[in-house]
């Protein structure tokens, strides 16, 4: 099973980003996804999850500016991010927890680098 991220980039503070996760590999399911992030000299933090029962969950300095989706059909997440500020540049992840012949396990993605400046 592999994710690979997708979307990070520079942009200027108020801007927009999408963030994409393909999930690919020998998949039987997709349970719990969510995003984290890590910027310099910090520790990597949740920024969003999702249950596969459609429960969703913000860390409070994200709340009203991501959103968190899902594309079952294609295996891919996604992270739309409105408003950034430049303390939301950082190193992005996505982790899956995905049941495949073996059981079910968690994975993640190798980061995508968003930064957010004038």
């Known amino acids: 099973v592999q994710l690979v991220e997708s979307g990070g980039g520079l942009v200027q503070p108020g801007g927009s980003l999408r963030l994409s996760c393909a999930v690919s590999g020998s998949i039987l399911r997709i349970n719990a996804i969510g995003w984290y992030r890590q910027a310099p000299g910090k520790e990597r933090e949740l920024v969003a999850h999702?249950?596969?029962?459609?429960?969703?969950n913000y860390a409070d300095s994200v709340k009203g500016r991501f959103t968190i989706s899902r594309d079952n059909a294609k295996n891919t997440m996604y992270l739309r991010m409105n408003g950034l500020k430049p303390e939301d540049t950082a190193v992005y992840y996505c982790?899956?927890?995905?049941?495949?012949?073996?059981?079910?396990?968690?994975?993640w993605g190798q980061g995508t680098q968003v930064t957010v400046s004038s």
């Open positions: 982790n899956a927890n995905v049941v495949d012949y073996r059981g079910a396990y968690d994975y």
């Open positions: 999702t249950t596969s029962g459609g429960s969703t």
